[in-house]
């Protein structure tokens, strides 16, 4: 049996757990999240916990089992405390302002790059430093990576958007002439 599908999800106090025939619906006090109930898996509600079993040991449902379970708990996080990402600016120049529901960065290109957060999402910034908030946890790591994106650090100097704890892999550069 599957070492994660098998533990039973703690509800806490003011979440509900609603399931219908295709889809699972969570309802807490940050939120709504839907999710559609992949075959072969079955999820119930009782005793307070919710609880992720299949209707047989084919592989597919195996592996389908522990991921029904990831998503039902991430949404029980989700709507209760929610999830999220820190992003860190580095480099001369470089800069973020929120300006209304949008990112306004200036990344050393000739234009200033503008990112508009999708709804469910918030942002704040301070000095360098954005930290992308939301209820969902696939999509709050989707925004993440994309403003990632916009400007990958590089090995040199370490420039650009990093997550806040990465390593980032330094090179020496050149190494100049040994005569």
Do not use: W
């Amino acid at each position: 049996m599957s070492r994660i599908g098998k533990q039973p999800i703690p509800i806490p106090s003011g979440v509900t757990i609603t399931v219908d025939p295709d889809f699972v619906t969570v309802v807490g006090p940050k939120g709504t999240l839907k999710q559609f109930t992949m075959p072969g898996v079955i999820v119930e509600v009782q005793d307070g916990q919710a609880v992720v079993t299949r209707i047989n040991d084919e592989a597919t449902n195996r592996a389908k089992h522990g991921l029904m379970r990831s998503l039902v708990n991430n949404m029980v996080v989700g709507v209760s405390k929610g999830f999220e990402k820190k992003l860190e600016i580095n480099g001369v120049g470089y800069r973020v302002n929120l300006q209304g529901t949008d990112l306004k960065f200036n990344l050393g290109f000739s234009h200033d790059v503008i990112y508009k957060l999708p709804q469910g999402i918030t942002a704040i910034t301070e000095q360098n430093t954005i930290t992308v908030n939301g209820i969902d946890k696939q999509q709050v790591g989707q925004v993440a990576a994309e403003i990632r994106a916009l400007k990958k650090p590089e090995p040199y100097k370490g420039k650009g958007i990093k997550y806040v704890g990465e390593r980032i892999l330094r090179k020496s550069g050149k190494s100049g002439k040994e005569k």
